[in-house]
């Protein structure tokens, strides 16, 4: 018998304190009952232990990957809607990987994947500030104004600040070309940024995270992470 969050640390989905997390959110189910308490305890022979739908089960061989993700697939290993998830893009893949983080729904780019907790919940972290970079294509003409505006600081719906450096790329028939870097990554932070300053985001990828990039990678196409590429990642999160 091992703590659960023990057990979600062993099946690289977070770490011990990210398991936390997970369990707050009504994400996490012991033989399909949500769990509500952090230190309930699991039997690894016997019980079923599921995250967000899908069953999870202890790594025996540590895998990361960097997905170019298409539009219009979600970002999860499981949806009751039954709509595309990124597990049909890894289908070749014998080991279950994890998101870290997400990419809504209909935003592409690069996504990072892996069976590895600890370095899953750190990379996810706001106090970690890793750098997440996005293009854009934004309603409108965006000015220097605007992006002095955001860099500034913009209140999100759930009522942190959210920041960004925006560069402009070029403009087009009533739309503006961006570049915008993050280091926290609040959810659909980038389309509220944009919002706030009369600018509706119509078209949005993420070109690099932490560094990571989908230079060369088709849509929907996947590779693993070099050792030096994981090393790079662990030593930004201090792992």
């Not at 600040?161 to 009533?174: C, E, F, H, P, S």
Request: aromatic letters at 6%; one cysteine or more.
């Amino acid at each position: 018998m091992v703590r659960l969050s023990k057990y979600l640390s062993m099946c690289g989905v977070t770490s011990r304190r990210g398991a936390e997390v997970l369990i707050a959110q009504k994400r996490v189910t012991l033989n399909d009952i949500a769990v509500e308490k952090v230190g309930i305890l699991v039997d690894e022979t016997s019980d079923i232990v599921k995250v967000d739908g899908t069953t999870v089960t202890p790594v025996t061989e540590k895998v990361y990957i960097v997905l170019n993700k298409p539009r219009y697939v979600m970002t999860t290993l499981h949806d009751p809607f039954k709509r595309r998830t990124v597990c049909y893009y890894l289908r070749n893949l014998k080991n279950r990987v994890y998101p870290i983080g997400r990419l809504d729904f209909d935003t592409e780019g690069a996504l990072l994947l892996c069976n590895d907790g600890d370095l899953t919940f750190r990379l996810s972290h706001p106090k970690y500030q890793v750098e997440k970079i996005y293009e854009a294509i934004v309603d409108g003409r965006f000015s220097r104004k605007d992006s002095m505006v955001i860099r500034g600081g913009v209140r999100l719906e759930d009522g942190a600040m959210g920041r960004a450096q925006v560069d402009i790329l070029g403009y087009g028939r009533k739309v503006t070309h961006l570049k915008l870097t993050l280091t926290e990554g609040r959810k659909r932070e980038v389309k509220q940024l944009c919002k706030s300053v009369g600018h509706p985001v119509k078209k949005l990828r993420r070109v690099a995270f932490a560094g990571i990039t989908v230079k060369d990678l088709p849509t929907g196409a996947w590779r693993h992470l070099n050792k030096v590429e994981i090393s790079r990642l662990k030593s930004l999160v201090g792992l």
